[in-house]
C-alpha cells in the first residue's frame, strides 16, 4: 500500500503563486509516476501534470504549460507542483496521484486552492 499525504494549498490572489507538495510513503519502490489532478467546481477531475520517477520526464496540461511546473525529490519519495500566474480557473481540489510499474493507481485526500480575482 501508498499514502499520499499533500499540503500547501490555500488561498491566493490572481497573479500569484502557491507550490503544492505531496509526500509517499509505504510501498514507494515501484513508483512509475507521480503526477496532480484537480477538480474544479462542477467539473471532472482533470490531468495537470505528470513526472515519470525514473528519468524524470514531465508531461502538462495545456491549460497550465509556462505557468506550472512539477519535480520531484527522489530521497524524500515527493513530488511538488509550483503554480505562478494562477487564474481564478485554476481554483479546484488539487489531488495527489502516484502510479506503480503494475498501474496501481494511488490518490492523496486533495488540497484545496483558490485563487482569487
Known amino acids: 500500500q501508498v499514502q499520499l499525504v499533500e499540503s500547501g494549498g490555500g488561498l491566493v490572489q490572481a497573479g500569484g503563486s502557491l507550490r503544492l507538495s505531496c509526500a509517499a510513503s509505504?510501498?514507494?519502490?515501484?513508483?512509475?509516476?507521480m503526477g496532480w489532478f484537480r477538480q474544479r467546481p462542477g467539473k471532472e477531475r482533470e490531468f495537470v501534470a505528470r513526472?515519470?520517477?525514473?528519468?524524470?520526464?514531465?508531461y502538462y496540461a495545456d491549460s497550465v504549460k509556462g505557468r506550472f511546473t512539477i519535480s520531484r525529490d527522489s530521497a524524500k519519495n515527493t513530488v511538488y507542483l509550483q503554480m505562478n500566474n494562477l487564474r481564478p480557473e485554476d481554483t479546484a481540489v488539487y489531488y495527489c496521484?502516484?502510479?506503480?510499474?503494475?498501474?496501481?493507481?494511488?490518490w492523496g485526500q486533495g488540497t484545496q486552492v483558490t485563487v482569487s480575482s
Open positions: 509505504g510501498r514507494t519502490a515501484s513508483t512509475y509516476t
Open positions: 513526472v515519470y520517477w525514473s528519468g524524470g520526464t514531465t
Open positions: 496521484a502516484l502510479r506503480t510499474g503494475s498501474l496501481s493507481d494511488y
